[in-house]
């Protein structure tokens, strides 16, 4: 066996350690600033006293509807955005991992056999006609860097921040996703809405032309009364069309959502109710720190990017390796035999003549670490500006419904009068044209905003950070939690 064990001189040892010492020194000290989150106690339209008194994990669930839950549920499995997400998700997850391992050693196995066979053609055979032998060798060369001043530790932290900021946008994802849907079936439920009250005009209009037809078979009516009332059945006539029509794509929409675009709209029931949405629980301005997923990725991302700005600083920094080899062989025949052979020795990068290049990089990674600072700030305040928003939104919708249910049921109690005395020969028919038009103003209006209502606490929830759980924020499952249609085979 032979060992190979080399040092270099006393002299030498010594330079190299004063020359690392002095780009240790020169190396800058860099800090990122620190990110300015000013925000209120309370939320103007939504005063609160303290946190949420209920979870927002699946605010869908407090709506008591159970086609809203299903469908939620459904999306999340099955549509494209949540799939894509999830498959995000596992990308970061193994770049993550392939960081990390830079901490490892390195290191291949390599081997080989040979086999010789020659035959004495001419001359004197003095060892036999033949000579056959064949030979074996394997090694092994192993190197693992020494991480004597964190540059590895750095790469590894800003793996790990990377891939809990794709964490967060994986769950952003889905909560956007699940408000998509809510939004998109009290959408549909407004048009099934809208539609049964163009069949209640239409209706209502056929009943006025018959009854002015009779009048003018009998005199009693002039014609340009009758045929302004038939103008008015085919206009009521158009607008159940266009309603209709609303409905059937708002279904086709809600369907590709959910992951079934394929699915006959009809196999979609829409059901014309717009229930009272709940109340939104008290929350602090606060709180959106830790509850919103996208303020919460970027702080991840500066958490990456501060990582970044430590590991082009070390750069700077010698680098120390450990560098082994072993081998061993085998060769058969008269000369045969075993050998091995191992070597250990140790290695010193210095990055002398790369400083201008390292440096010019420091800066530009440093630069690139104080707009992720401006983006959390950013974040922080587009999270706060939309909670607020949607909050006072909600808080007027309170008074706005009262007042347009008082507006609808007066303007309906108005046309129904009207009517009576149209019937009755007491009221002319501009009149009741004149009531019945405000009568479906004001149900169009109720109808809108009780729509918008249901909308407004959507996104009031979405924007306060609901629709997952932050209790393990930095993870996601493994496998979705329904299986998916189409699936993939697990690399080894």
């Not at 964490?167 to 048009?191: C, E, I």
């Not at 002039?222 to 006539?237: C, F, K, W, Y």
Request: with cysteine.
């Amino acid at each position: 066996m032979i060992g190979v064990r080399r040092l270099p001189p006393l002299g030498l040892r010594s330079s190299l350690l004063l020359l690392c010492a002095a780009l240790c020194g020169c190396a800058p000290s860099i800090e990122l600033a620190r990110p300015k989150l000013a925000l209120p106690e309370r939320f103007e339209a939504a005063p609160a006293t303290g946190a949420a008194s209920e979870p927002l994990d699946r605010w869908w669930d407090r709506f008591a509807d159970p086609q809203l839950s299903a469908l939620v549920d459904e999306a999340l499995a099955y549509n494209t955005d949540a799939r894509s997400a999830y498959f995000r998700l596992r990308e970061a997850r193994a770049i993550r991992d392939q960081s990390l391992s830079q901490r490892l050693p390195t290191g291949a196995v390599s081997g080989s056999a040979k086999v010789q066979d020659g035959s004495q053609l001419s001359g004197t055979d003095v060892f036999g006609s033949t000579a056959r032998s064949d030979s074996q060798s394997l090694s092994f060369s192993p190197s693992w860097e020494l991480d004597l001043f964190g540059r590895l530790a750095a790469i590894g932290e800003g793996a790990r921040a990377s891939y809990v900021a794709a964490a967060y946008d994986y769950h952003a994802a889905r909560l956007s996703l699940a408000a998509d849907v809510a939004s998109a079936l009290f959408d549909a439920r407004g048009l099934a809405v809208q539609r049964d009250d163009a069949q209640e005009v239409l209706r209502i209009a056929r009943d006025l032309a018959r009854a002015s037809e009779l009048g003018r078979d009998h005199g009693l009516v002039a014609a340009g009364e009758t045929a302004r009332l038939e103008g008015d059945v085919a206009s009521a006539q158009a607008e159940l069309t266009r309603v209709e029509t609303a409905l059937r794509n708002a279904k086709r929409s809600l369907l590709v959502l959910v992951g079934r675009p394929d699915a006959r709209t009809e196999s979609l029931p829409i059901e014309a109710r717009l229930d009272t949405p709940p109340p939104v629980p008290p929350i602090l301005p606060a709180t959106l720190l830790t509850r919103r997923p996208d303020v919460l990725a970027a702080e991840a991302r500066l958490a990456a990017a501060a990582s970044a700005v430590q590991v082009d600083r070390l750069a700077l920094f010698p680098r120390f390796t450990l560098q082994g080899t072993g081998s061993i062989s085998r060769t058969s025949g008269a000369l045969g035999g075993v050998s091995s052979l191992w070597s250990l020795g140790a290695g010193l990068s210095l990055p002398i003549l790369d400083r201008t290049r390292l440096m010019a990089q420091l800066r530009a990674t440093q630069a690139q670490g104080e707009q992720a600072v401006i983006s959390y700030e950013a974040a922080v305040q587009a999270a706060f500006r939309d909670a607020d928003i949607a909050l006072a939104l909600v808080a007027a919708d309170r008074t706005r419904l009262t007042d347009l249910a008082r507006a609808e049921e007066r303007a309906r109690f108005a046309f129904s009068t009207g009517r009576k005395g149209y019937q009755a020969g007491l009221t002319d028919l501009t009149t009741l044209l004149q009531s019945e038009q405000t009568w479906r103003a004001a149900r169009r209006a109720l109808t809108t905003a009780r729509t918008r209502a249901l909308n407004n606490i959507v996104a009031a929830c979405r924007t306060l950070g609901g629709g997952w759980s932050p209790d393990d924020p930095a993870t996601a499952p493994d496998q979705p939690a329904i299986i998916l249609p189409i699936q993939s085979k697990e690399m080894p």
